[in-house]
C-alpha cells in the first residue's frame, strides 16, 4: 500500500505541473523530497537520527552555524514516527532529542540554550503546542515554578518593572488546563484552580479598561522599542491594550471556567465563562478592520483611541484557535493575513527602523501556532507554508532556533538561541496535532487529522503516552476529513471523542483519510513591507495662531491629523491648525497606503499643577542624593514625596472652577530598574472624595534614575466646582510582582480639563 500511494503522490505532482516530490515551494525555498533548497544552501536527512547542511551564516554573529545534527539521547520513551519521508522524521526526531536536553536536573523546562531558568509565557506556551502531551510532569514542575508566595502567577520580567504593564501572565491557566487534558489529572485542578481564581481576581480590579479589555503590553513582544513607537513610555504601554494579550485572556477566562467545571462549582463556572464572553466580544469589536480581514494589533494614544492597524499573528492564531475570533471571520482572516516569502510574521508591515527581532522577525513557536490555525480554518496551502516555515530553518540550521530575520531567512538578529523550548514544541506540535490530529479534550482523545495533499502517504505514531495508556496512531491518505477509524479493530465514528476508559493498555488506533482535494483557500503572499518612519511634531505659534507642524517624511503621500485620537483632516503639508484645545498627533501615509505610528502626543489643554504636600528632599541612598539647590535635580517647588509600601497615603487637596471630565496623573521618578526589565513597577491606588477612580502606574525609568522625572498613566476623573480631596495610597492589589519593593517619588499632581 505504501509504495503505491508514493507513487501517486510522484503522478498527482506530474500532472499538475509541479516538479515530483515538491512538498512546499515559496520565492525564498523549496521542500522536495528529504532535502530543504534555499539559494546555494541545502539540508537533508542523511538518516532519521542525522541531518546535514552546507549553511552559511552572517560572519562574526556571536553563534556559530551548526551544520549537522545527530541524536544524542535516548528517545525510545517518547514517540516514535514513521514515515515516507526521512526529513520530516529526522525534524520530529530533532524536536523530541532536543526536548530531552531542555529537562534541567530538577525537572524543569529550560527556555533555551542560551537561556536558563523558567519563564512564565515561554513555558506555558510550550506546554500548550505539545509539552503537556510529552512532558506533563516536568510541565507541572515548571508552572510551580511561576507562582509566588502570595499564591499568585508571576508576570516574567519586562517593560518598565513587568505587571501591570506587562499583563500576559494568566496563559499559565490555559497551559494548566491542557496538562489536565493530557493526564486527566483532577487533583492538579484542585491545586491550580485556587492560583487561577486569586490571579484573575487581583487583574480585576488593576488591569482592565473603561471599554472592558486587559490593558498592558503585547503578549511576548516584551521588547518595547521592537513593537512600539519610540516615543511610547512604559506607563503609556502600560494604558494601550493589545490584541493577543486580550485573546489570550479571553481563552483564559474560558479554561477557568472549565476547571470550575470539573470541580463542581457551577455558579463559578457560568460566572467565568459569562466574561469569557463578553471580553471576546468586545476584543473583536474593538480590533476587526474590514478592509482588511484581520484584526489589528493594539491600541494607543489618548484614551486608546487610535488602533495600531498592523496584522499580529500569535493573537490571530488563537483568536481562531479558542473560537475567539466569530466562525466566518477566521475563515476571512486565513485568506487576509500577510505571509512572506519565508513565512508569517510577528507583525506586519515591519518597523523601518528597528532591527530585526520581534520587528522584522518569524518566531517558529508563533509560525506553529498560525499553522494550527490554518489546519482549522481549512486552508491547505497556508498549512503547508506555515510547515515549510518551521521545518526549513530546523534543518538548515540543525537545530530549533528561537527566530529568524523575514528579509533572508538567517538567524542574525538582535538576540538568539538554540534548542529553544518553544520552538521545538511548535515542531513536534505541527506533526501531532495536525498530520496525526491528535486533539486533546477535557473528556476524552479526538483524532481528526488535516493532510495536504503533498504530504499523502502513510504514517505512524508509535509509543504515545496518553492517561497512562501507550496508543499507536496509523493515518493513510490526505484531506480534510477522516473516511474512517477504527481503535484496537472496532469501527468508531469519525468526529468521536474516544473516552480514557475504553482504551486498553496498548492501542491502535487507524485512520483512513476520504483523500478528497480540501477546497480551495486564499494565502495572501505579499513582500516583506516595511512602513513610513514616525513623524515628530510639535507646536508653534504664528500671527497669534496655533499650528501643529512636523517633519517631512521621505516618500510619503499624505499626513492625517488626529484631534484626540480622531482624524480631523488630510493634508500635503506639514502644518494644521491646532487653535482647538486637546491632544494632537499625524500619521504619515505612503503612496501605497501603508500608515506609520502616530506621532507623539501634542497637549494644548489648560494645566493644572498641584504639589505634593509636605515635599521635601528625602532621597538620600547610594546612588543619589538631591542638593537644594541643584537645577538638574528635575523637579519642581520644594521638593518631592518618596512612596513606597509602608507609606501613609498621600492626601492632596484640589480645588476646580468648572465641572467636567479632567485628566489626572503625577510626575514621578523610578530609579529600582531598567526600562526593558525586572519587576519593580510602582503601583498605587487613586481615591476622589472616598470613591475609587483607577490605578496610578509608574513604571521603571532606569537603573538608579532618580533625576529622571515623567509622567504616569492619566486617569479620567469626573469633578464638580469646589474642594476634592485626591488620596493616592497602596491597597493590597497594588502589589507587584517584586512584592518587596514598590517604590517611587512623587513630584507634583498634575489636572487636565477635557
Known amino acids: 500500500m505504501l509504495n503505491i500511494l508514493l507513487m501517486a503522490s510522484v503522478m498527482s505532482g506530474a500532472l499538475s505541473g509541479a516538479a515530483p516530490n515538491v512538498i512546499v515551494e515559496t520565492d525564498a525555498y523549496r521542500w522536495e523530497g528529504d532535502t530543504i533548497f534555499q539559494s546555494e544552501f541545502k539540508a537533508w536527512a542523511v538518516s532519521p537520527e542525522e541531518i546535514q547542511s552546507t549553511y552559511k551564516g552572517r560572519p562574526g554573529y556571536f553563534m556559530p552555524v551548526e551544520q549537522t545534527w545527530k541524536r544524542r539521547n535516548d528517545l525510545s520513551s517518547y514517540p516514535r514516527l514513521t514515515t515516507g519521508n526521512k526529513l520530516h522524521e529526522a525534524i520530529f526526531n530533532m524536536g523530541l532529542d532536543e526536548m530531552v536536553n531542555a529537562v534541567e536536573p530538577d525537572t524543569t523546562l529550560r527556555t533555551g540554550k542560551e537561556w536558563a531558568g523558567v519563564w512564565t509565557r515561554d513555558v506555558s506556551y510550550s506546554i500548550i503546542l505539545s509539552m503537556a502531551a510529552l512532558q506533563p510532569e516536568a510541565s507541572k514542575i515548571s508552572l510551580m515554578k511561576k507562582v509566588n508566595p502570595s499564591g499568585q502567577i508571576i508576570q516574567d ?430 500619521v504619515g501615509i505612503s503612496g501605497d497606503g501603508t500608515p506609520s505610528f502616530a506621532s507623539q502626543p501634542r497637549d494644548n489643554r489648560l494645566l493644572a499643577v498641584v504639589e505634593m504636600p509636605g515635599e521635601g528632599l528625602s532621597m538620600v541612598s547610594d546612588e543619589i542624593s538631591y542638593p537644594a539647590t541643584e537645577p538638574s535635580a528635575g523637579y519642581s517647588g520644594q521638593g518631592f514625596v518618596e512612596v513606597s509600601g509602608a507609606s501613609s497615603p498621600l492626601e492632596i487637596n484640589v480645588t476646580v472652577d468648572e465641572a467636567g471630565d479632567y485628566d489626572l496623573s503625577v510626575i514621578y521618578a523610578n530609579g529600582n530598574g531598567p526600562v526593558n526589565t525586572e519587576n519593580k513597577a510602582a503601583v498605587r491606588s487613586v481615591a476622589v472624595d472616598g470613591e475609587d477612580a483607577g490605578t496610578l502606574i509608574m513604571p521603571h525609568r532606569g537603573v538608579g534614575n532618580w533625576n529622571d522625572w515623567g509622567e504616569s498613566n492619566s486617569l479620567k476623573v469626573s469633578l464638580l466646582p469646589g474642594n476634592h480631596l485626591i488620596s493616592i495610597s497602596y491597597m493590597p492589589e497594588d502589589e507587584n510582582m517584586n512584592i518587596v519593593t514598590n517604590h517611587a517619588l512623587i513630584d507634583r499632581l498634575q489636572l487636565r480639563k477635557r
Do not use: C
Not at 538576540?415 to 506540535?429: D, E, K, P, Q
Open 157 to 586: 520580567t519586562g517593560s518598565g518593572g513587568a505587571w501591570p504593564v506587562s499583563t500576559d501572565r494568566m496563559v499559565w491557566t490555559l497551559a494548566a488546563w491542557e496538562i489536565y487534558k493530557t493526564t486527566g489529572d483532577r487533583k492538579w485542578i484542585e491545586k491550580v484552580y485556587p492560583i487561577v481564581v486569586r490571579s484573575l481576581e487581583k487583574d480585576e480590579k488593576t488591569v482592565f479598561s473603561n471599554k472592558g479589555l486587559v490593558k498592558g503590553e503585547t503578549s511576548f513582544i516584551d521588547w518595547r522599542e521592537q513593537s512600539y513607537p519610540r516615543w511610547m513610555q512604559t506607563a503609556d504601554i502600560s494604558q494601550s491594550e493589545a490584541m493577543n494579550t486580550n485573546m489570550m485572556y479571553a481563552a483564559a477566562l474560558k479554561a477557568a471556567s472549565d476547571m470550575a467545571a470539573v470541580l463542581g462549582k457551577k455558579k463559578e463556572s457560568s460566572e467565568w465563562l459569562k466574561k469569557a464572553e463578553a471580553l471576546g466580544k468586545i476584543v473583536d469589536d474593538t480590533f476587526w478592520m474590514d478592509d482588511k480581514g484581520y484584526h489589528g494589533m493594539f491600541t494607543y494614544g489618548p484614551d486608546g483611541n487610535i488602533l495600531n492597524p498592523r496584522a499580529e499573528s500569535l493573537g490571530e492564531s488563537l483568536g481562531i484557535l479558542y473560537d475567539i475570533t466569530p466562525a466566518d471571520k477566521q475563515m476571512i482572516a486565513s485568506q487576509s493575513f500577510p505571509q512572506t516569502p519565508f513565512g508569517v510574521p510577528i507583525f506586519y508591515p515591519q518597523i523601518s527602523d528597528m532591527p530585526s527581532y520581534h520587528n522584522n522577525g518569524l518566531w517558529p513557536f508563533v509560525a506553529s501556532f498560525w499553522t494550527l490555525a490554518q489546519a482549522k480554518a481549512g486552508n491547505e496551502d497556508a498549512v503547508l507554508q506555515g510547515i515549510g516555515s518551521v521545518f526549513r530553518p530546523a534543518a538548515l540550521f540543525a537545530t530549533n532556533k528561537e527566530n529568524l530575520n523575514l528579509d533572508n531567512g538567517d538567524f542574525f538578529t538582535e538576540l538568539n538561541s538554540s534548542n529553544m523550548l518553544w520552538s521545538l514544541s511548535g515542531n513536534l506540535a505541527i506533526t501531532m496535532r495536525i498530520l496525526f490530529g491528535i486533539h486533546y479534550e477535557k473528556d476524552g482523545l479526538l483524532i481528526s487529522p488535516f493532510v495536504p495533499e503533498t504530504l499523502k502517504g502513510v504514517r505512524t505514531l508509535e509509543n504515545l503516552d496518553y492517561r497512562g495508556k501507550k496508543i499507536n496512531i496509523t493515518v493513510e491518505g490526505f484531506g480534510a476529513n477522516v473516511k474512517s477509524i477504527t481503535l484496537n479493530g472496532r469501527n468508531i465514528k469519525p468526529g468521536e471523542v474516544i473516552a480514557p476508559s475504553s482504551l486498553k493498555s496498548r492501542n491502535e488506533i487507524m485512520v483512513v483519510m476520504d483523500d478528497v482535494r480540501i477546497p480551495e483557500m486564499k494565502v495572501n503572499n505579499v513582500a516583506n513591507l516595511k512602513a513610513p518612519l514616525t513623524p515628530v511634531a510639535w507646536f508653534e505659534t504664528e500671527g497669534g495662531k496655533s499650528y501643529l507642524r512636523w517633519n517631512p517624511i521621505e516618500y510619503i503621500g499624505s499626513y492625517e491629523v488626529l484631534l484626540n485620537g480622531h482624524k480631523v483632516g488630510t493634508t500635503r503639508t506639514t502644518s494644521w491648525d491646532a487653535s482647538a484645545p486637546g491632544v494632537w498627533q499625524v
